[in-house]
């Protein structure tokens, strides 16, 4: 069966109300279909938006990941959009096991849960497929999934339809990898539609279900806290997708949802 799994990085770091209308809205949006959704925390968001975070897990649909402490790159990026080149620094692997290590922290001091997931800030070409040595800086921290694959070969976007991978070849046979699919949210609705053109963004997303639903496979969307209600408060775009979803008959599920399910299918 086709799987859509929507996960939202929760990174927004100005206090001014955004995370936390964010989060009532999108829980609110998602339970009016039934659908499952994942959270991906920064750590210091989490310790800006306490209440609106606990608020949040306590419905069954959610599932809890995280986002690194401060939004630190696992891998060094170059960002080629055709029109300019961004070159983006990693942090040392050091830094990431100790960011890793405090984002779950709060995860566990503030909602009581173990942190399995990771979303990779900005996410790589091809994931962290041979680099052994942050495999095991998360490894070493609890993560049994990353989403990390997410970029194609320029470091831009569309990221190509890539199915879930486990690091089987890097030594890491327990660590899978879930790629986010098509564009972020963020980076098409600012670099290639307008941040006004809502009715766009959903279009295109639904054409990617589509697909995805055609193909029976996995497609997973990488969509953040502060780009879903830039332009859209009420987000009628997730309601949407999420109503096209469950017009083509597909599966929305979590990714701990299908980590577990994959992880099963190996045992």
């Known amino acids: 069966m086709s799987t859509l799994l929507i996960g939202y990085d929760v990174e927004y770091v100005v206090p001014d109300g955004t995370t936390s209308a964010f989060l009532d809205r999108v829980v609110a949006v998602h339970e009016r279909h039934e659908a499952p959704l994942t959270l991906f925390l920064l750590g210091e968001t989490i310790l800006q938006n306490v209440p609106s975070i606990q608020r949040a897990a306590t419905s069954p649909l959610v599932s809890i990941g995280q986002h690194t402490y401060s939004h630190s790159l696992l891998r060094p990026l170059r960002i080629d959009t055709g029109t300019s080149v961004t070159d983006l620094p990693a942090a040392s692997p050091d ?86 699919n098509g564009w972020h949210d963020c980076v098409v609705r600012e670099d290639v ?9 959903a279009d295109l997303v639904c054409e990617q279900l589509d697909e995805a639903a055609a193909a029976d496979r996995v497609h997973s969307i990488c969509a953040h806290d ?5 332009a859209d408060p009420d987000l009628t775009h997730v309601d949407r997708i999420l109503g096209h979803a469950r017009s083509l008959g597909m599966e929305i599920g979590t990714y701990d949802a299908v980590h577990e399910r994959l992880a099963g299918t190996r045992r």
């Open 95 to 180: 830094r990431i096991g100790d960011e890793l290590g405090r984002t779950s922290a709060l995860i566990r001091e503030h909602l009581g849960l173990a942190c399995p997931g990771l979303t990779a800030p900005y996410t790589y070409h091809h994931g962290l497929q041979g680099h052994p040595e942050l495999l095991a800086v998360l490894a070493a921290n609890g993560i049994r999934y990353v989403r990390s694959d997410g970029r194609d070969e320029r470091g831009y976007q569309p990221a190509p339809a890539t199915q879930p991978y486990w690091y089987d070849a890097d030594g890491f046979p327990d660590l899978l990898e879930l790629p986010t």
């Open 193 to 201: 539609l307008g941040w006004d053109d809502v009715d766009g963004y």
């Open 226 to 230: 502060w780009s879903s209600v830039r």
